[in-house]
């Protein structure tokens, strides 16, 4: 295994920081935030590894602390935060951040960029991250691991098994989005982190592009330390005076659950289960700490059904005096929680409807509580290691209560299953031992050297400072002699770059922009980003970039694949590529681009479907495309996103006309780009062709390479109603 290793970790949505995490301050952060958290830190420990960063989105808003506008925050031994600025400035639920992860992106590789870092790995956690960081990783060259935390078509079949409208829920939760995002961060992992086998078994299953050979089950960890000894005293005092006002009888056991507002946690179902059986009622306290609120008014409207649901059973129920439901608690009283019922001779219970993870169950375990737990997910692996307690259906809530009774009501095999779980949960889920196991996998992706920063000259390449990318126009012929003049002559002084970047190969490419005496580019992006070759006279070819996009790259068994859907037939020779594959849909009855990247993806190849015109179809290696190769040289040559102009007209320039660019679409473009959402960097030009170009330019006011700032995205309603991108490979 080698040493000296440089990680990068991608958690985007949630607020964090290194101390004091706001656990259940929303949906959004949660048990992923604090593992992702404990994880870099526990790298950072470790001897094989010298820098571990985990990068976050950067936020600027009144509403939360400013700890989160930081750009860098040092967590010691070589583990740092970093946040990146993306979009509108503040902060937003992780439903409405898809349409600002391209300039994440491209704010990722500026960073890395100006710190000359190509880091070893990638890796990116939840379906957001996983779009981010398998494009950064490919632009790279470096390997990704996915780690899903919970899925998006889980969260759909649970949705539909509950009887919610699931075409309403797509929409409310960016659904559709998400999946595919998944989809294509598996397709790009060379490793899947997984805390249990019933992840892999019933929750990646379900996804097209599922590969069991890429599976890694790691049990997760978590911070024992904080439980150990007796603990935080002044702290502890905090829990029991907040406590204590709502118990008639505070020394009674506790049934003690700790989870976000969320209702697929089941907070309810915990409630009503305390609330039917007598025997809980009359010896036993229940307490749920859900996050933080000062009035329900102010929570989010999902938290806010929560909670008005809670408080309306507990009166039902008439649990006062017997019943504790706290409304703030700091990061450093979560310990005295467990801390307080453990004292108690309680025990912990988690109802969720599913539950991928289960961290509180490993802190309850770690500070001597019983578990009742769902029988679903995570908690199946850790109740099988640390045989502590007993799993429940979390629909059925005297279930729930009884196997509660159970515990309780015999402290001897109460104080048992304490033991027990304390001793095993150290055993199998210290950070030590899935630090260990981690690397330990990682030594099989990683490479056997490190990548080295490959720092372009570019007093080698050009003297520019201005850029322009563009396919080759579609039809100069049937264009103006005056506009064809103003084009050529806007590139002739060479204070403007082009890069012209087109599907046809390098030799066909040569040939139209000879016969049509366009504009010689400075760079030419061929084979819809397969090859990338620098200067005219005496071209330069680049090699490094070919090897990266060859990754996984089969290209007899993608075409074999595919032609076994009826409606798709080749185009010519000349339009094919070693590392592309051009075809035509054929007939009436021809498949959509998602029917033919589903194929692929059942068939076991890693590739990007692209159509354009509404007819022709490219299929190209995972980690090629015009927008991989654009940000490629953006990160080699040290090329600014914003004094790049990027011409939009056919339906692969979707992906490189956002991001941090200046984009501009022509009037006549491919509809893909029609329905893309307006942001600040795209305008819609009203000419096409050459005229929508310089309509383009003119809009800019770049005409003297000088571009505008990048504005703040405004953020109204329509952010959290209207479906934030179409996602593309």
């Known amino acids: 295994m080698r040493k000296n290793l440089d990680i990068l970790h991608f958690s985007l949505h949630g607020l964090i920081r290194g101390q004091q995490l706001e656990l259940g301050r929303d949906a959004d952060t949660g048990g992923q935030c604090l593992y992702v958290l404990e994880l870099v830190k526990a790298l950072a420990r470790s001897e094989q590894v010298d820098k571990v960063t985990l990068v ?3 936020v600027f808003d009144t509403k939360v602390s400013d700890d989160y506008s930081v750009a860098h925050e040092d967590l010691g031994n070589g583990a740092s ?5 993306a979009g509108t400035r503040r902060y ?31 890796h990116a956690h939840y379906a957001d991250a996983g779009y981010v960081g398998r494009q950064v990783a490919a632009a790279l060259g470096c390997p990704f691991v996915f780690t899903g935390h919970s899925l998006g078509r889980v969260k759909l079949q649970r949705l539909e098994e509950g009887g919610i409208d699931p075409e309403k829920m797509k929409k409310r939760y960016n659904l559709a989005v998400r999946i595919e995002a998944e989809e294509l961060s598996l397709e790009a992992a060379s490793m899947v982190c997984t805390s249990t086998r019933q992840e892999v078994e019933e929750q990646y299953s379900l996804y097209e592009r599922y590969a069991e050979e ?65 025997w809980l009622r009359e010896n036993a306290n229940l307490i749920v700490v859900g996050g933080t609120r000062q009035t329900l008014k102010q929570l989010p409207s999902g938290a806010r059904k929560v909670w008005s649901e809670l408080l309306q059973l507990i009166d039902d129920y008439d649990l006062y005096g017997v019943c504790a439901v706290p409304k703030e608690h700091a990061s450093d009283e979560v310990p005295e929680f467990y801390r307080w019922a453990a004292q108690r001779g309680g025990v912990f219970v988690n109802p969720a409807f599913t539950e991928p993870f289960g961290l509180t169950l490993l802190e309850a375990a770690a500070a001597g509580l019983p578990l009742v737990a769902t029988n679903d997910g995570g908690p199946r692996d850790i109740l099988a290691n640390c045989k502590n307690g007993t799993l429940v259906n979390p629909v059925e809530s005297a279930d729930i209560g009884k196997a509660i009774e159970a515990i309780l009501s015999d402290p001897t095999h109460q104080k048992e299953l304490a033991e027990t ?18 690397l330990e996998e990682l030594s099989r992706i990683l490479p056997k050297e490190p990548r080295i920063h490959e720092q372009g000259s570019r007093q080698l390449l050009t003297r520019s400072e201005s850029w322009v990318v563009m396919d080759l126009p579609p039809a100069l012929e049937n264009e103006s002699d005056e506009l064809v003049d103003r084009w050529r002559e806007f590139f002739r002084n060479g204070d403007h770059g082009m890069i012209f970047a087109t599907g046809l190969s390098y030799d066909e490419s040569r040939e139209v922009v000879e016969r049509l005496d366009m504009p010689r580019p400075a760079i030419l992006v061929t084979g819809l980003g397969s090859e990338i070759h620098y200067g005219w006279k005496t071209p330069i070819k680049d090699e490094v970039w070919e090897k990266q996009a060859r990754y996984r790259w089969d290209r007899e068994a993608t075409l074999e694949a595919a032609l076994q859907l009826p409606g798709l037939a080749l185009q010519p020779e000349d339009r094919q590529h070693e590392l592309k594959i051009s075809m035509t849909l054929e007939g009436d009855d021809h498949p959509s681009r998602t029917t033919i990247q589903r194929q692929l993806r059942e068939a076991g190849i890693s590739a990007k479907v692209m159509i354009s015109s509404g007819c022709f179809v490219d299929i190209l290696p995972i980690r090629s495309g015009k927008d991989v190769a654009l940000r490629y040289l953006q990160m080699k040559w040290g090329i600014n996103p914003a004094s790049v102009y990027c011409y939009g007209t056919y339906g692969n320039d979707a992906s490189v006309v956002r991001g941090r660019n200046l984009s501009a679409i022509a009037s006549d473009a491919d509809p893909i ?33 000088t571009p505008p700032p990048l504005p703040d995205e405004s953020y109204t309603s329509e952010d959290e109603q209207v479906p934030a991108i179409e996602i593309n490979p």
Not at 81 to 85: A, H, K, V
Not at 425 to 438: G, I, L
Not at 680 to 687: A, E, G, H, M, T
Not at 695 to 701: D, L, N, Q, R, T
Request: aromatic share 10%; hydrophobic share 35%; net charge positive.
């Open 92 to 122: 937003l639920r992780k439903e409405v951040l898809w349409r600002h992860l391209d300039a994440f992106i491209d704010g990722t590789l500026a960073w890395l960029r100006s710190e000359r870092r190509v880091p070893d790995l990638i």
């Open 673 to 705: 780009l029609r329905r893309l959402r307006d942001r600040p960097r795209l305008y819609r030009c009203k000419q096409p062709g050459l005229a929508g170009f310089f309509e383009g330019i003119e809009f800019y006011g770049s005409d003297e390479g």
């Open 56 to 58: 976050t989105r950067r």
């Open 421 to 438: 779980g304390g001793r095993n949960v150290r055993e199998f889920y210290s950070w030590d031992a899935h630090v260990n196991t981690y």
């Open 81 to 85: 935060i970093r946040r990146i600025e």
């Open 214 to 278: 890429s599976m890694r089950v790691i049990p997760p960890g978590v911070d024992l330390s904080r439980f150990d000894g007796d603990g935080n005293q002044e702290a502890l005092a905090s829990v029991d005076a907040k406590l204590n006002r709502f118990l008639t009888d505070p020394s009674k056991p506790a049934v003690f659950t700790i989870a976000r507002a969320d209702e697929r946690k089941n907070l309810t179902g915990l409630v009503r289960a305390f609330g039917e059986n007598e």
